[in-house]
């Protein structure tokens, strides 16, 4: 039972799949973090990309 414990415990195989798994959520967090911080900014221009557009649909008919 000994031996079973000291092979399980210097066992890494796993170790790199958690390690990379970690890498890719933090950089999802940040990702997401960064999107709701230029909410307002791209809420804007769409604004004023459809103010425009409706400005030339109605100049044109």
């Known amino acids: 039972?000994?031996?079973f414990?000291?092979?399980f415990w210097n066992d890494e195989q796993g170790q790199?799949?958690?390690e990379y798994t970690l890498i890719v959520t933090f950089?999802?967090?940040t990702i997401i973090?960064?999107?709701s911080g230029f909410h307002s900014s791209i809420?804007?221009?769409t604004?004023?990309?459809n103010s425009s557009l409706a400005?030339?649909?109605s100049v044109l008919h």
């Open 1 to 3: 039972m000994l031996s």
């Open 5 to 7: 414990i000291r092979r």
């Open 16 to 18: 790199s799949l958690v």
């Open 27 to 29: 950089i999802l967090f």
């Open 33 to 35: 973090g960064l999107a």
């Open 43 to 45: 809420s804007g221009v």
């Open 47 to 49: 604004n004023i990309s």
């Open 55 to 57: 400005s030339a649909h």
